[in-house]
């Protein structure tokens, strides 16, 4: 079974930085696979952070371009979010997910594995 174990989340004061990883089991040496960053925040709904296929190509949220970095390391089987210049509408619980074949690179219900998420609290 596919599983995703999510680490680095924490607090830290606006306009630090966090990096967050996803070590995965089965999904880097799969062309199909696309890994993706998601996160929720109390009260809301689970919204797409950051996405990145087998290529390499990424996508984005707006809120987040420019200070967020989505990478992976194949070798390691493990997705990287680089977190710089937070703002405290960060503060969320952040989750990995993979999807094969997903279209729409930020929708939740693209991405059929989850991991069980690690938080991340931005304080002023």
């Known amino acids: 079974q596919d599983q995703l174990a999510e680490s680095g989340g924490g607090s830290v004061q606006v306009g630090g930085s966090l990096k967050l990883s996803c070590t995965s089991s089965?999904?880097?040496?799969?062309?199909?696979?696309?890994m993706a960053w998601f996160r929720q925040a109390p009260g809301k709904g689970r919204e797409g952070v950051a996405s990145?296929?087998?290529?390499?190509?990424?996508t984005y949220a707006n809120s987040v371009k420019g200070r967020f970095t989505i990478s992976k390391d194949s070798a390691e089987n493990t997705l990287y979010l680089h977190m710089n210049n937070m703002k405290v509408d960060d503060t969320a619980m952040y989750y990995c997910?993979?999807?094969?074949?997903?279209?729409?690179?930020?929708?939740?219900?693209?991405?059929?594995?989850w991991g069980q998420g690690t938080q991340v609290t931005v304080s002023s």
């Open positions: 089965n999904y880097a040496h799969d062309r199909s696979v696309t």
């Open positions: 997910a993979a999807g094969r074949w997903v279209a729409d690179l930020l929708a939740t219900l693209e991405y059929s594995a």
């Open positions: 990145i296929a087998y290529d390499g190509s990424t």
